[in-house]
């Protein structure tokens, strides 16, 4: 997970118009023509694909800093949902403007390529935690990355960070305490 944004990419989106967003409301959808770069301000966005089995996956889970859905700088429409996992605010700058200033400032394309890099590491994470058999072991492994269980109405946003049911992930945790008393 992305948390801290270089400093010479959040000054891009210094002066950008702020959008506020409700938790699960969304930001944009899949399909719609990529017109803003967004960057979160404050709260949590999600980056959500559906599968064809009807299941929802979270690809990103961007917070204070992060960028959502980057790659959508280089594509002209979005591929997943974005919505907001808790309260939010987002900055909103135009592609164009993003665009420009990488091709006009080495020092933003350097922080942006970098930025790049840690996301393809981090999506390359969640691959690997989603590869693993076993429910337990992609929740330690998640839980081993500093990731914590949030209260107990926003399991779901868990498990669908960990590719599993969200009756699966109850499943386990009510093995785990059930292990914790004995």
Not at 31 to 59: C, F, K, P, W
Not at 61 to 78: I, K, Q
Not at 160 to 174: C, F, H, S, V
Request: net charge neutral; aromatic share 6%.
């Amino acid at each position: 997970m992305i948390k801290i944004m270089p400093t010479s990419i959040s000054l891009l989106f210094q002066d950008a118009g702020d959008t506020g967003l409700a938790a699960g409301e969304t930001l944009f959808a899949a399909g719609e023509d990529v017109a803003n770069i967004y960057m979160v301000r404050s709260g949590r966005v999600h980056l959500h694909r559906h599968t064809t089995h009807g299941a929802q996956m979270v690809l990103q889970n961007a917070g204070p800093g992060g960028v959502v859905a980057e790659a959508s700088a280089y594509s002209s429409r979005y591929h997943c949902d974005a919505v907001a996992a808790e309260e939010s605010v987002v900055a909103g700058l135009p592609k164009s403007r993003f665009l420009s200033a990488l091709a006009d400032d080495p020092a933003i394309a350097a922080s942006w390529s970098a930025m790049l890099a840690r996301s393809v590491q981090a999506a390359r994470f969640r691959s690997e935690i989603r590869s693993l058999p076993k429910v337990a072991d992609r929740l330690d492994a998640w839980l081993g990355e500093g990731n914590s269980l949030p209260e107990k109405g926003r399991w779901q946003e868990v498990a669908a960070e960990l590719g599993i049911t969200r009756e699966a992930l109850y499943r386990e945790l009510a093995r785990r305490r059930t292990e914790n008393r004995a």
